[in-house]
């Protein structure tokens, strides 16, 4: 026995080495993939725009084209940098669900918080309707705080709900819970968005179908705080998440506070989740996918490497999706959240595959 | 000896509106330095409740768990964790930590927020990996180990924490025979070169009669009965803790024996190996060894291949296999 143990180890002992180094190599090659696809997404589309138009752009030169400003400026690039802020937070919200509840097919969507966020604004944004004049202009006024508060409340909601019922069912039943809190908030919005009138639906319907192209300038000031503070707190918790995967009982007996813990990352989770799907609408798969392939790229499940690596790998898979979808398509509009779908479906799978083989699940 | 742990006068259980409810009451001892204590007991005894109460993690309904002189309840967490580490029963599914990365866990209550380690804290991380002889496993996750080798770096871990005492619930409960004695082998090592002093709740009997220091016996219903293994079994706590039908705890072999009434009776007559099997056997299937009982077994053999011949009022009959032998034992 001790012979077969200590051949199967010398073969597998550089793995480490190899991890290591590959991490090293990883993140610069990450970085330099966000930016070029960055570059793409503001050269590719119905008009081309060369790099060096998008770099005159970029540095206010005069003597450039003015449509090529007004597109660049007003359209590719809030959308591009919305797609970049939108895969990073929703990657690092999954990351911090899958850990929490130690389930790998945890994720904003999957668990339901995209729907509670959807609600919330259906709420807020109706109410504004009923109170004002129609959706389109309440939209625009109460774009900014109101909307996202309502997301983020609808969040809480949700979240409180799946952390009490997920002591009793097991990973698959929650995320089966979670999905049915999907359809039973779109059936409310539905009965909802029915007392106010068409064009609203109407632009409900463009909301709900999940488009970083919705992210206006104007949201930025809201949106890339409330990210930062999510990023900052899943930075500041690294070291107890990494305790917290090998369960609480192990973490509280290294002297973790798990109450603490568990708090300040669920709220980070909501501030990342909450004011995303409040200004792009509801992005599927992205958060549950891009934390499993972030460990398979790395190599690990250590916090301190997977936040800075999902931020990267999410930014870099959102950008690409939304480029695949701005590709100039000759017939038809592709939706973003078709594409999410294509890429992530297929992940999902390899997941509850690859743990059922396992006998539990891995994180 | 020097105790870390004191325990006096202490009833556990737990505390409601409704009013305490108490497990055991009236325990008074010590747990010393560089000792390995087995508390067992029957199921229901109270085990994980005094194992929890002892480790801090539930209030005594009265008396104290004092630990290093200072009361245990008082400790705050961190500090706690510096005196005291737990290997517990869950199953661990930490995906793709190494096995490195766990034991590098233990050092969480001395590294700061970042959780940066040291040289120091590389040093002791390695130190914990030899004593518990792990080198081969550290470069593989956690996920690729086998039960008892998780465990085994899961006992790293708490070493690595450096405490005084280690309590462990049930460590070897999922393991086989050779790992279960290796990971006791580790605890000994551990408690006896290193003066952690561990606390291990088991079932599993015959390890703690023979690994332990000391035994917390913890019979139903009862206070606490504490002493050397041969001990308790010398003056019949063993046999009276866990008395129960149909089982019987046979003081020559310090294990228990299961058997119904007796159907028949043989006399046994051999030597070595095989007679003992045969024995065991014989009882197994519900028959008394009698040396008056007018059948007889005669072994012959020793190794190789089983031989033995059945005598039974002038009759001969040889059996090749033990299982022949209680056919034709059962036959008559």
Redesign the interface.
């Known amino acids: ?1 001790a012979e077969t ?2 051949t199967t ?2 073969t ?2 550089p ?2 080495q190899v991890a290591k180094f590959s991490r090293v190599i990883l993140f610069p090659v990450l970085a330099i993939l966000v930016m070029v696809v960055f570059m793409l997404e503001l050269g590719i589309g119905s008009v081309p725009i060369p790099v060096s138009g998008i770099l005159k752009v970029m540095i206010g030169a005069e003597d450039v084209d003015a449509t090529w400003h007004t597109i660049i400026m007003e359209l590719r690039l809030p959308r591009t940098l919305a797609s970049l802020v939108g895969g990073a937070a929703l990657g690092v919200a999954g990351l911090q669900l899958q850990t929490l509840f ?1 389930n790998p097919l945890a994720g904003p969507w999957a668990l339901g918080l995209t729907a509670g966020a959807q609600l919330g604004v259906a709420l807020v944004v109706t109410a504004g309707a009923v109170i004002g004049s129609s959706f389109l202009e309440n939209f625009e006024f109460l774009s900014n705080l109101s909307i996202v508060a309502g997301a983020m409340i609808g969040c809480v909601l949700v979240l409180m709900v799946m952390v009490a019922i997920s002591k009793y069912v097991s990973t698959i039943t929650l995320l089966i819970f979670g999905l049915m809190l999907g359809y039973l908030a779109q059936g409310l919005i539905s009965v909802i968005l029915h007392f106010t009138n068409q064009s609203q639906t109407r632009i409900y319907a463009g909301w709900n179908d999940g488009s970083f192209s919705a992210v206006y300038w104007e949201h930025f000031p809201v949106l890339i705080p409330l990210v930062i503070i999510g990023f900052a707190g899943g930075w ?1 918790m ?2 107890p998440l ?2 917290m ?3 609480e ?2 973490a ?6 798990v109450k603490r813990t568990r708090l300040i990352t669920l709220g980070c989770a909501v501030l990342l989740a909450g004011p995303v799907t409040a200004y792009c609408g509801p992005i599927l798969f992205l958060g549950l996918i891009v934390p499993h392939l972030a ?1 398979g790229l790395f ?4 916090h ?1 490497i997977l936040m800075p690596a999902v931020i990267l790998l999410g930014a870099l898979i959102a950008e690409s999706a939304d480029l695949f979808v701005h590709l100039p398509w000759e017939k038809h509009f592709l939706h973003l959240n078709a594409v999410n779908a294509l890429l992530g479906a297929p992940v999902v799978m390899w997941v509850i595959i690859k743990n059922k083989k ?1 006998r ?4 | 000896m020097n105790a870390v742990i004191e325990i006096n006068n202490l009833s556990t259980g737990y505390q409601s509106r409704q009013g305490d409810t108490i497990v055991t009451s009236n325990i008074d001892t010590n747990l010393n330095v560089g000792e390995l204590v087995c508390l067992i007991g029957p199921n229901g005894a109270g085990k994980s409740t005094l194992m929890r109460t002892v ?1 801090g ?1 539930q209030k005594a309904i009265t008396g104290s768990v004092t630990l290093a002189g200072r009361d245990i309840r008082e400790y ?7 005196k005291l ?2 290997v ?1 029963t ?9 096995a ?3 034991i590098a ?2 050092r ?2 001395y ?1 700061n ?3 940066k380690l040291s040289k120091e804290d590389h040093r002791i991380i390695q130190e914990s990996i030899h004593m518990a002889g792990a080198e ?2 550290v ?2 996750t956690l ?2 180990l086998s039960d008892g ?1 998780r465990q085994k770096i899961m006992i790293a871990r708490a070493f690595a ?1 450096e405490p005084d005492v280690m309590i462990m619930d049930e460590v070897t409960a999922f393991l086989d025979l ?1 790992r279960r004695v290796e990971i006791v082998k580790l605890l000994k090592r551990m408690a006896h070169e290193s003066g952690k002093s561990i606390l291990l709740s088991t079932h599993d009997m015959d390890l703690a009669l023979r690994g332990a220091d000391r035994i917390w016996l913890l019979p139903k219903g009862e206070g606490m009965l504490t002493g050397s293994p041969e001990d308790l079994v010398l003056n019949g706590s063993f046999e009276d803790a866990f008395i129960s039908e149909g089982i019987q705890f046979d003081r020559s072999s310090g294990s228990f024996e299961v058997h119904g009434e007796f159907q028949s009776s043989v006399a046994l007559d051999g030597q070595g190996t095989h007679a003992i099997w045969a024995q065991r056997a014989l009882q197994r299937n519900g028959i008394q060894l009698d040396d008056q009982a007018p059948t007889k077994v005669i072994v012959k053999s020793n190794s190789g291949d089983f031989h033995c011949v059945v005598e039974k009022a002038g009759n001969q009959e040889s059996a090749q296999s033990i299982q022949n032998l209680i056919d034709i034992l059962n036959a008559k």
């Open positions: 026995m143990i200590s180890i010398s597998s002992k793995t480490i130690k500041w690294r070291k990494n305790a995967l090998l369960g009982n192990y509280r007996s290294l002297g973790m506070s460990r190599g690990t499940s250590d301190r396992m539990g699940f891995e994180l | 480790a993690a705050r967490p961190r500090e706690l964790a510096r580490s737990l517990l869950d199953r661990v599914f930490a995906g793709m930590l190494s490195y990365e766990v866990l233990g969480f209550p590294t927020w970042t959780g081969d496993l470069n593989r996920s690729e080798e924490q050779p």
